[in-house]
């Protein structure tokens, strides 16, 4: 991986954010089989899970520029321990869910780490030597490593993708924005069940000056690395 190239300008909002290559990881949220796929624990909940692989293609193509250039990929699961020792009970009850996380499903028990509905989708599945971090929660860093994992790279910089848009994406830049990290957020590739939530998660991002991250798109991305 290389670290001291020259910063490249993306466009984006609120104004352009200056990638710098090698200190930048690509960080792909939770594009799982039970989020994505017919039978998991998104359309559990009576979700249209169609509206989440439209995200499927910007981050292909994301991904194999990155790898290409062998800069910097992370990939996250959410899910619990087979035990469900680390799912709160509030977590596991909230909506009144007709089958809850740990009830058996098409692809196995939902949300349940080893189960086959817990695995990255095949389009996206990661590489040798590409950290997978797993979380019980909604951020990335929350419980988990991520943050020494990024420190031990010299990282400095996020390209945030994945799903959903409102709720892990969206915590996950918030916890990195804490942390010091500088987010952009590309919006054909984060993805949502509820467009209205998509359009309000990416807005409250770039607001007030950009007081999460950054918001552009795929295309900007990969036309600054091109």
Known sequence: MTADLEPLSVPAEPYAFELKPGRCALLIIDMQRDFLEAG???ESLGNDV????????????????????????FHTREGHRSDLSDLTSAKKNRGRPTRAIG????????LVRGEPGHAIIAELAPREGEPVIDK????????TDLH??????????????????????HTTVREANDRGY?????????????????????????A???IFGWVSTSRHVLEALA
């Open 208 to 210: 007030q000056g950009g």
């Open 136 to 143: 019980c929660g909604k951020g990335a860093f929350w419980a």
């Open 40 to 42: 998991g624990f998104g």
């Open 50 to 73: 169609s509206r989440l692989r439209t995200v499927i293609g910007p981050i292909s193509h994301l991904l194999a520029v990155w790898r290409a250039r062998r800069f910097s990929v």
């Open 148 to 169: 020494a994992q990024l420190q031990a790279s010299s990282i400095q910089q996020l390209i945030v993708v994945g799903v959903t848009t409102e709720v892990c994406v």
């Open 182 to 206: 500088d987010c952009l957020v590309p919006s054909d590739a984060v993805g949502s069940y509820f467009p209205e939530f998509h359009a309000a998660g990416l807005a409250m991002i770039k």
């Open 103 to 110: 009830d058996s499903g098409p692809m196995g028990r939902l």
